[in-house]
DNA sequence: ACGAGGGGCACTGTCGACAGTCGCCACGTC
DNA sequence: GACGTGGCGACTGTCGACAGTGCCCCTCGT
């Protein structure tokens, strides 16, 4: 009985709030990496039958929230510090490939002009679930301003991981996501300059690499 | 009764085999794209409960070769001539990291030649799944070869959706998977040429983003 | 004391059935 | 003839139960 149980008040179906209710418990930290995810257990906790919870199971290890053990046990996911630097070398090719096509893009200066004002929900969050919430919406926004729908897609599919690796690294992670920590990538935009925006993104990235990895290595 | 029972020789799971089947019986064009999947005439087929089929729905809907409708019915995926490109692009910057750490990586030589070996088979084939099947090998091969483990699972979750792209344009397809199409890469790799290999990369997909884009509009 | 064997336990894999919902078609009404 | 309406069929959503399979611990024999 980790998890309250299912609101019956809104008309989506089980499946999609039972996924939610997993996902938040997970990244809310009540399960901790490593910590088996049992389906009879969630299914009565949750109060719904093992086949809907085991299909949001499965919507979870697509996330990467969750990863498979042995005779198909699934586990909390965590990354190595390996993993998380690679993790963070393709979401640069990513939102590199994202910046590139903001400034090829005709509507390049209201583009700016919307993250520019995206920028401002960076500082005003002072709790850290706020402010990874606010830093994931800005790269998140982006991507779709690249108006690749594909790379969208390809980005989002990378979030649940990036989340694990943020969950390990949790502690201290606020200068990172930091306002001034993105301006410079909307000034590049801004001046047109695509090398420099995709040079800053990379280094942006690099830097939160290292940052995450490391934590994920102490903890 | 559009597809084959399932075996029961090997010993991996019902839901596996269905999947694998499922896969191919889309790919293979049996069933066209738009066309509706129901659980109860697949599972007749196939010869397994809802439930079963179900699962392999839902991982066949994250691979991209299956897309939700109304009420949650499921039809066979297709792509726009725009959605084609920005895959193709979203892959450029993928496989642009991959050749950007293969050249960075002090076994580059060894990689090189691994790739070259790779080469040869792109020749070797004639029928157009096997050339479908050695391209995407090939480019595979790519990413592992980088070491990322993230930039191949990124990969491979655009697999499936590539695999739709091909199957609508698969008329005279062929050119663009010869090898004196593909050498290019590896040479740059070889002179470790890491900027001229990107560039490479990025104008082979932009010619096949082109073919494939023309191919689906045509369709 | 220690190793082999066996039984229970805790899982997941798979199945068949019931329920709710939406679209369609025929029928009756104005 | 057009339109509302009621039943019908086809789907997916959800559930509870049975089956198979390792794992762990307890027991028994030496």
Avoid: K
């Avoid at 299909?55 to 998380?84: C, D, F, K, P």
């Avoid at 995206?118 to 690249?146: M, T, Y």
């Avoid at 920590?181 to 000034?187: G, L, N, Q, T």
């Amino acid at each position: 009985m980790s998890i309250e149980s299912l609101s019956a008040l809104d008309r989506s179906t089980l499946r999609e709030r039972s996924l939610e209710a997993l996902r938040s418990a997970i990244l809310s930290g009540r399960y901790r990496p490593g910590d088996h995810l049992g389906e009879v257990e969630l299914a009565g906790s949750l109060g719904v039958s093992r086949g809907t919870v085991r299909e949001a199971l499965r919507h979870l290890q697509q996330e990467g929230l969750v990863t498979a053990g042995t005779r198909g046990m699934l586990r909390v996911n965590s990354l190595t510090a390996i993993e998380v630097r690679e993790l963070f070398r393709v979401r640069a090719a990513l939102e590199g490939l994202a910046v590139r096509e903001i400034v090829a893009s005709p509507r390049r200066a209201a583009t700016a002009a919307t993250l520019r004002a995206a920028l401002e929900r960076l500082s005003d969050e002072d709790e850290p679930a706020a402010r990874i919430e606010a830093d994931l919406g800005f790269h998140l926004l982006l991507c779709r301003l690249s108006g690749n729908s594909m790379l969208v897609e390809a980005w989002q599919r990378l979030e649940g991981r990036m989340r694990v690796a943020i969950l390990d690294g949790s502690a201290a992670q606020a200068p990172m996501m930091a306002r001034d920590r993105h301006a410079p990538i909307v000034d590049a935009i801004e001046r047109g300059d695509a090398d420099a925006a995709v040079r800053v993104v990379d280094e942006h990235m690099t830097a939160a690499a290292e940052h995450f990895a490391e934590a994920t290595a102490a903890s």
